[in-house]
C-alpha cells in the first residue's frame, strides 16, 4: 500500500484476526499482508483486544483535540453545573479543613495549658 492511504478498518481487522487465528508472529503477518512496519500491527491488536474490532475503525491520525474524549490532549469541558457543584465542595472542604486546624491547634494549647497547672 502506498505511503499516506490509511488501512481500512476492514483490513485491519482481517490481518489481526487472520495473526491470531493462524498462530502468526507480527512480522510474517507484516509479509503476509505487505506492511511495511510490524509495529503497526503490534498497535492494531491492542487496540482489537482493549477497544474489539470497532475499535480498529476509529481514525487515529494526528493530534487529538481537546474536545475529543481521547487519552490525548485536554479532557473536555465540563458541564456548568457540575463544574459549580465541584468548585462549592471544594470550597466547603477547605473551609473543614481551616477548622480542624484552628480546632486541633486549641485543643493541643488547652492540652499543655491543664499539664502546666498540674505541675
Known sequence: MPKGIPFTGEFKQKVVESM?????????TARKFGIPDHGIIIKWERIYLEEGPEGLFVDRRGRA?????SRKGRKPNLD???EEDLIAENQRLRAEIDYLKKLNTL?????QREKKHKS
Open 20 to 28: 491470531r487465528i493462524h498462530g502468526l508472529a507480527y512480522r510474517e
Open 65 to 69: 483535540s481537546a474536545d475529543s474524549g
Open 80 to 82: 456548568k453545573k457540575v
Open 107 to 111: 485543643v493541643t494549647e488547652r492540652v
